[in-house]
């Protein structure tokens, strides 16, 4: 019997069921991301939410996915990211666990999901390790209380990545996005911050809009690497979210991103294309339709169930 290429009705993996060719590099882990840093080899890393792009993101070789809390607005179409809760960001990080082989997987602590106590933070980070497939998770802000969070995560067997710089869950606070430590008082904050992140014990920390050479310093003085958006070319390693990479909103994109592909526009031409065609009676056509085996089939049928006959 002749079976239904494998489409939507079935997971797409490649012809006959077997998998597509992954790259054959190593392993992400937390080791491999140092000696990448030790030996001045660039980190590439890229957020991602839903199987099929983290399968893409697996098979372009991109060594770390996030799953961002930006989830919130990209994915779930909310203003900010305050509102994303633990339940979705578990979800979508299974999606990316499922595809994503070779990457290393760090899920991203929404807000309220590690401010009431230290227990609490534990066993929500311990969600995206124990039911999500992750490997780390990822933590805003280097406050004292946060540090000393992060340092009951990581005795706990949780590796964390801190984060410093612009802090998206502090929207309230700061009122708009916009540049950090670009003067003194802060881009002295911004240093210890991330100094004492690493001595909490965070295997890697992302810097977000700051100033390349404030960024640059920070990567000279950190044993662990660097992870930078919006923070020039001397981090250890490079992050965007992947929806403005690839052009697919199509509102405002800050300035430190570069958008290499249009997708906004394709989806918007296939959609276009795709009405117009079903509307003008030229989709489907006989290309995409099937038939009865023999005419007399269905001429039968009718006959026989008296189908039509008053
Ligand atoms: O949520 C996110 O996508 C992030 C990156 C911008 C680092 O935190």
Request: hydrophobic share 40%.
């Amino acid at each position: 019997m002749k079976t239904l290429p494998q489409s939507r009705y079935l997971r797409r993996d490649g012809e006959k069921g077997q998998d597509m060719p992954r790259n054959t590099l190593p392993k992400v882990t937390i080791p491999y991301l140092q000696t990448k840093k030790d030996e001045g080899e660039k980190i590439v890393a890229l957020t991602a939410y839903d199987f099929p792009t983290a399968r893409l993101m697996d098979e372009a070789g991109i060594d770390l996915i996030l799953v961002g809390d930006s989830l919130g607005m990209v994915v779930l179409g909310y203003k900010n990211t305050i509102p994303v809760t633990m339940d979705e960001m578990v979800h979508h990080t299974k999606a990316v666990a499922r595809a994503a082989q070779r990457p290393m997987i760090v899920g991203d602590m929404p807000y309220f999901s590690f401010h009431l106590s230290v227990d609490e933070t534990i066993r929500n980070a311990s969600r995206f390790l124990k039911e999500a497939g992750a490997h780390a998770v990822k933590i805003e802000g280097a406050s004292e209380k946060r540090l000393d969070l992060i340092e009951s995560l990581v005795e706990a067997e949780i590796p964390v990545m801190g984060h410093v710089g612009l802090t998206p869950q502090s929207i309230h606070h700061l009122g708009q996005f916009k540049v950090k430590g670009k003067e003194f008082a802060e881009a002295k904050t911004i240093i210890r911050d991330a100094l004492n992140l690493e001595k909490a014990g965070a295997f890697s920390v992302v810097l977000e809009c700051i100033p390349m050479e404030l960024a640059r310093e920070i990567t000279k003085k950190l044993k662990v690497p660097t992870i930078g958006i919006g923070a020039g070319p001397y981090c250890d390693g490079q992050i965007l979210v992947f929806h403005d990479l690839v052009g697919y909103a199509n509102g405002y994109l800050p300035k430190f991103v570069k958008k290499y592909a249009d997708l906004h526009g394709s989806i918007s031409n296939a959609l276009r294309e795709y009405a117009d065609d079903v509307r003008g009676g030229r989709f489907p056509d006989d290309s995409h339709s099937y038939h009865v085996k023999k005419k007399e089939v269905l001429e039968e049928v009718l006959k026989k169930e008296k189908i039509g006959k008053k």
